[in-house]
């Protein structure tokens, strides 16, 4: 890893998302790519990002759980949440666990690279 980058997780059970995501930001941050919140958890275990784009609907263990999992972490990352969903159907539970962002799919690369600059 590049001690000089901040640090990128990206979370989505969409692996082409989380490639292009990675092949975007790749040249200015360190981008870890997670296809499930399984192996985002594995990551975190070791390692705490600057920022984390996170996808709510995931199979299995999804993205709220992972939020609520990262919240009792208490780790400093960002979290910009990345969903097809509008926002007002992912209920209060987000708006308690805290986010620092949103972004409906299909998003922009603007507002994907203001995100990692801000974090």
Known sequence: ???????????????????????????????????NAYRALEVLNFMVPDLI???????GYNGIQLLREI????????????TAAEAY???DEIQKLGVDGFLRKPFNVQDIEGFAAAA
């Not at 784009?53 to 199979?59: A, E, G, I, T, V």
């Not at 919240?71 to 990345?82: C, T």
């Open 1 to 35: 890893m590049d001690k000089g980058k901040k640090v990128i997780l990206v979370v989505d059970d969409n692996e082409a998302l989380v490639d292009a995501l990675e092949i975007l930001l790749s040249e200015d941050y360190e981008v870890i790519p997670a296809t």
């Open 89 to 91: 159907l992912l209920g």
């Open 71 to 82: 919240r009792q972490m208490k780790l400093a990352s960002r979290v910009v949440i990345i």
């Open 53 to 59: 784009f996170l996808d709510m609907f995931m199979p």
